[in-house]
């Protein structure tokens, strides 16, 4: 999620707030290092550090520094045991930081360049203050969101990585995977040649395109997104699988469709010319195996798990840096 922002926005409607992160994990815990969450006066919050009694024992934490005039910031070490009623058996380092209005200015500083390019930082406790000092940053994909070192520091990295998902087609499925999409770390090009077949509202990470050259779309995606295709023509659908495989570029190409529609395509791009190593990489029918529902919502949690499967499989590849986009 996006952090300066919500803290520059607590800022100038609370005038305080506290933002909890985890720096380090040690073992099992219920999220990973990175995971943040911003405690606003009263008890509201956004975000999550994995929820049971440690969440709780932040957020009280969080509320005691609220409470209390001192804007601090101090390490909080915990074990995820029996005395804390969680079985995880791992240990956490979580960093608690309160803000005020001294903190506006930074705070606004900081929600700019996280919404644009994100950024990276370096920070360290002095004076009982987190010092954050901007770190060249070289928009690597690979690495902790954030990183505690023994000598008491801490490299953070924020706004999110996201992959790009062009998603051709404005149906039933594609308006159910839309919505399927919308909290998961992904930016998704919605197109479609129908100009009435787009909703006029859209989740934050959607952008929707009206276009009746998909071939021209394609060209224009970053090289590692994933393509899924489920037009309201067959001939439409062709055009673009053989664009999308051809060009070589995006690592998932799906389709909707069954076994035999598989089949009928990849003849068709066989007589096409098309090269079977990449006909063989074509995804179709889409959709993690063993749900059998044909209900466009079962369709779309089915296609968004497996997004999200081949997403974490690329990014333990290692592949080069380019192929996603940073976003906030």
Not at 79 to 84: F, Q
Not at 144 to 162: H, K, M, N, Q, T
Not at 174 to 184: H, Y
Request: with cysteine; proline share 5%; aromatic share 4%.
């Amino acid at each position: 999620m996006r952090v300066w922002p919500v803290i520059a926005e607590a800022l100038a409607t609370r005038k305080r707030c506290v933002m909890v992160t985890i720096a380090a994990v040690d073992g099992s815990a219920p999220r990973e290092a990175g995971a943040r969450m911003i405690v606003l006066p009263g008890g509201g919050f956004h975000g999550t550090i994995g929820g049971g009694t440690l969440e709780w024992r932040a957020l009280a934490e969080a509320q005691r520094a609220l409470e209390s005039d001192a804007i601090e910031a101090r390490w909080i070490r915990q074990s995820l045991g029996p005395e804390l009623g969680q079985c995880c058996g791992g240990r956490v380092t979580l960093l608690l930081e309160a803000f005020d209005a001294s903190s506006m200015t930074q705070a606004q500083a900081f929600a700019t360049l996280e919404a644009a390019e994100g950024f990276v930082s370096r920070g360290r406790i002095a004076d009982g203050r987190m010092r954050r000092e901007l770190q060249a940053n070289d928009r690597a994909e690979a690495g902790p969101a954030v990183s505690l070192s023994s000598d008491g520091s801490i490299a953070e990295r924020f706004g999110e990585i996201c992959r790009s998902v062009l998603l051709f087609g404005a149906g039933h499925v594609g308006r159910a995977l839309v919505l399927a999409l919308a909290p998961l770390p992904l930016q998704v090009t919605w197109i479609d040649s129908r100009s009435d077949a787009v909703p006029g509202r859209l989740p934050g990470n959607v952008r929707a395109v009206v276009s009746s050259a998909p071939l021209a779309e394609l060209a224009a995606a970053p090289a590692g997104s994933f393509v899924l295709i489920m037009t309201h023509s067959h001939g439409l659908d062709l055009e673009i699988t053989h664009g999308a495989l051809a060009d070589g570029r995006f690592p998932y190409v799906g389709l909707i469709g069954s076994a035999t529609k598989r089949s009928r395509f990849a003849k068709r791009l066989r007589e096409a010319g098309l090269a079977e190593d990449r006909i063989a990489t074509l995804v179709c029918p889409i959709g993690i195996a063993g749900i059998g529902g044909k209900a466009p919502p079962v369709i779309a949690a089915a296609t968004a798990a497996e997004l999200l499967l081949r997403d974490e499989s690329l990014r333990a590849a290692a592949l080069p840096a380019g192929i996603l986009h940073r976003t906030g």
